[in-house]
């Protein structure tokens, strides 16, 4: 990461399946903690803090104490980037998929 860019970029931090299901399993809940995260992984407490870290540093996930405990939600605004970047290419795949259904079509007549 550059000193000049201060957060993780958002496409970096879900290209990992981890942080993926990371997601996924605090998109399902208000509130995790950390040992209940690492519980569905078959990795350590510390593999999986790296994980929420690079999450974290994405925007994606936001953390606080409780007592010694740490849990973590999920911040999904950070997303939108990807959900527009994906959109703009579901808009390319329809038009295509149009064009092959016609060529289609007009094979079979």
Do not use: C
């Not at 290209?15 to 993926?20: G, L, S, V």
């Not at 690492?38 to 994606?60: E, N």
């Not at 980037?81 to 007009?106: G, H």
Request: hydrophobic share 45%; glycine share 2%.
């Amino acid at each position: 990461m550059s000193e000049n860019n201060q957060f993780r970029d958002v496409f970096d931090a879900i290209a990992d399946p981890t942080r993926r299901r990371l997601i996924q399993l605090l998109a399902e809940a208000d509130e995790i903690p950390l040992h209940e995260l690492t519980a569905q992984f078959q990795m350590g407490r510390t593999a999986v803090s790296k994980h929420l870290t690079i999450l974290k540093d994405a925007g994606l996930v936001i953390d606080r104490k409780v007592g010694r405990e740490t849990r973590f939600r999920l911040n999904a605004f950070p997303l939108r980037e990807v959900q527009d970047w994906v959109a703009f290419y579901s808009k390319f795949w329809s038009a295509n998929m149009m064009r092959l259904n016609q060529l289609l079509e007009e094979e079979e007549e």
